[in-house]
T-cell receptor, first 110, second 113 residues
Framework: QQQVKQSPQSLIVQKGGISIINCAYE??????FPWYQQFPGKGPALLIA?????SEKKEGRFTISFNKSAKQFSLHIMDSQPGDSATYFC?????????FGAGTTVTVRA | NAGVTQTPKFQVLKTGQSMTLQCAQD?????MYWYRQDPGMGLRLIYY???????DKGEVPNGYNVSRLNKREFSLRLESAAPSQTSVYFC????????????FGPGTRLTVT
C-alpha cells in the first residue's frame, strides 16, 4: 500500500488558471517532501521540495503548502501554461528512500 | 554530460526469459536506484545502492536482482520474466543517500508476453 496518497488522478485546467494537487501521509518519520515533474517519454525531474518545519515554499509559479498537523501537503501551479502539461508526483523521504504518490496528470488547455 | 543513461529503451520478452537492464551515470554520484512505474501506482523502488559496494531491497524486490558494478554502473536483472513485470523501469542516481534530489534516466519500456 502506498505510503503517500495523491489526488486527483488527473485534472484539466484552462490556461491562466490554478492547478492544485493534494498529498497525504501517515509516517511521521518522513523528513523531506519533494515534488517531481514528468513529461511524456521522459524520466521524472525534481521540481520543488519542502521541509516539514516550513509551511509554504514558492518557486516562480509553483508553490508547496505544508500542513504538518494534518499530515498533508499540496502543490499549486499558478497561471498554468500549456508547457506545464505533465504528470506530477509528490514524494516523501525517509532514511535513504523516497516514497512516491500515484501521480497526477495535468492538462492545460490553451 | 549525458546524466543517467539506460539501455535498452524498449524490450519484449517471453515469459521465463531473462535479461539485464543497464544503467550508467556520469555525475560521480554515490547512490543509485531502480524503480518501476505502473499506471496508478506511481514509482516503486525495486532496489537501491547507497554507495559503491552496497545494495539493498526496496519496496518491490521479488523477481529481481541487482549489481553495482562500479561507481558509475548499476544493473537490474530479471532471471525469469513474468507478465507482472511488464512495466517502465527507471534508473536514478543521487549525490548521496540522503539527497532528496534524484536524477532519472529516460526509462526502459519492458513488455513480458
Amino acid at each position: 500500500q502506498q505510503q503517500v496518497k495523491q489526488s486527483p488522478q488527473s485534472l484539466i485546467v484552462q490556461k491562466g488558471g490554478i492547478s492544485i494537487i493534494n498529498c497525504a501521509y501517515e509516517n511521521t518519520a518522513f523528513d523531506y517532501f519533494p515534488w517531481y515533474q514528468q513529461f511524456p517519454g521522459k524520466g521524472p525531474a525534481l521540481l520543488i521540495a519542502i521541509r516539514p518545519d516550513v509551511s509554504e515554499k514558492k518557486e516562480g509559479r509553483f508553490t508547496i503548502s505544508f500542513n504538518k498537523s494534518a499530515k498533508q501537503f499540496s502543490l499549486h501551479i499558478m497561471d498554468s501554461q500549456p508547457g506545464d502539461s505533465a504528470t506530477y508526483f509528490c514524494a516523501a523521504r525517509n532514511d535513504y528512500k523516497l516514497s512516491f504518490g500515484a501521480g497526477t496528470t495535468v492538462t492545460v488547455r490553451a | 554530460n549525458a546524466g543517467v543513461t539506460q539501455t535498452p529503451k524498449f524490450q519484449v520478452l517471453k515469459t521465463g526469459q531473462s535479461m539485464t537492464l543497464q544503467c550508467a551515470q556520469d555525475m560521480n554520484h554515490n547512490s543509485m536506484y531502480w524503480y518501476r512505474q505502473d499506471p496508478g501506482m506511481g514509482l516503486r523502488l525495486i532496489y537501491y545502492s547507497a554507495s559503491e559496494g552496497t545494495t539493498d531491497k526496496g519496496e518491490v524486490p521479488n523477481g529481481y536482482n541487482v549489481s553495482r558494478l562500479n561507481k558509475r554502473e548499476f544493473s537490474l536483472r530479471l532471471e525469469s520474466a513474468a507478465p507482472s513485470q511488464t512495466s517502465v523501469y527507471f534508473c536514478a542516481s543521487s549525490e548521496d543517500p540522503r539527497s532528496y534530489e534524484q536524477y532519472f534516466g529516460p526509462g526502459t519500456r519492458l513488455t513480458v508476453t
